[in-house]
Nanobody, 118 residues
């Protein structure tokens, strides 16, 4: 089995920065695309940023220019550098990975809370 474990959330003032990490553990797997999603109270989960195994990225318009997604394939780890944070970035952030064991399946982390105070 594969587990995704996130870290790096917390409370920060508007304009501040946080870096989220998501480490995949297990054996006998290969990771395809990875991404970060977020869900604010009363809202649907939305894609924040995604990255392919080859490093191509895409971002939600609301975070372009402020967030940077990256991955370390050797460490099976995904990152999200978040700068110039705004109160509207407050949400639970989830890591997602498309992983091949026998077939491709989507895996999710447990979520990490990011709170931006004004």
């Amino acid at each position: 089995q594969v587990q995704l474990v996130e870290s790096g959330g917390g409370l920060v003032q508007a304009g501040g920065s946080l870096r989220l990490s998501c480490a995949a553990s297990g054996s006998g797997f290969r990771i395809n695309a990875m991404g970060w999603y977020r869900q604010a109270p009363g809202k649907q989960r939305e894609l924040v940023a995604a990255i392919t195994s080859g490093g191509r990225t895409n971002y939600a318009d609301s975070v372009k220019g402020r967030f940077t997604i990256s991955r370390d394939n050797a460490k099976n780890t995904l990152y999200l550098q978040m700068n110039s944070l705004k109160p509207e970035d407050t949400a639970v952030y989830y890591c997602n990975a498309n992983i091949l064991i026998i077939v491709f399946s989507d895996y999710w982390g447990q979520g990490t809370q990011v709170t931006v105070s004004s």
